[in-house]
Structure formats: C-alpha cells, structure tokens
Nanobody, 115 residues
Framework: QVQLVESGGGSVQAGGSLRISCAAS????????MGWYRQAPGKERELVAT???????NYADSVKGRFTISRDNAKNTLYLQMNSLKPEDTAVYYC?????????WGQGTQVTVSS
C-alpha cells in the first residue's frame, strides 16, 4: 500500500509561481507513473502532467511551457513547479501513482490564483 501526501499549495497572484510536492510512503515502488491532476469547482478532474520512474514526462497543452514536473526517485517525491500562473489554474491539485493495476491518490492541495 502506498500513501501520498501533497503539500505546498496556497494563494498567489496571477503571474506568480508555486511549487507543490507529493511525498509517497509505503513499499513496492517498482516501475511506476506519477502524475498531477487538478479539479476546479464544477469541473471534472483533468490531467496536468505525468512523469514515469524512467524519466519520461507528459503535459497538458494548457500548462506546457509554464509547469514543470519532476521527481526524486530516491525520496519517492514528485514535484510540480508552476510558473506564470493564471486564474484558470485555480483548482485542487491531486497526486496520483500508478503501479501496474494499482492506483493511489493523494488528498489534494488547493491552489488559488487571483487576478
């Protein structure tokens, strides 16, 4: 079983930056995919970015060039550096890990961007 704990959310003005983190604890960290998803009020949860344990990354078009996903495999920690934030980035950001058929989610961290 894996537990995911996000941190680093908060409030920022448009154009600002935030970095959020996701610490994974437990066992069984074989090849996996970790990712960030977000859900704004009244909207469905959507993919933000993913990173595999082999180093491949993928981004939603809406965040390309502004957000950077990274991971420290030694610490089992996932990061999301968010620059040039926009009000439409406001959402609860969730961390997710996929290991084969096993999927775990974190509890989410709120990111609020004011104009």
């Amino acid at each position: 079983q894996v537990q995911l704990v996000e941190s680093g959310g908060g409030s920022v003005q448009a154009g600002g930056s935030l970095r959020i983190s996701c610490a994974a604890s437990g066992s069984g960290f074989w090849f996996n995919v970790m990712g960030w998803y977000r859900q704004a009020p009244g909207k469905e949860r959507e993919l933000v970015a993913t990173a595999t344990s082999a180093g491949s990354t993928n981004y939603a078009d809406s965040v390309k060039g502004r957000f950077t996903i990274s991971r420290d495999n030694a610490k089992n920690t996932l990061y999301l550096q968010m620059n040039s934030l926009k009000p439409e980035d406001t959402a609860v950001y969730y961390c997710k890990i996929v290991r084969g058929a096993l999927v775990n989610w974190g509890q989410g961290t709120q990111v609020t961007v004011s104009s």
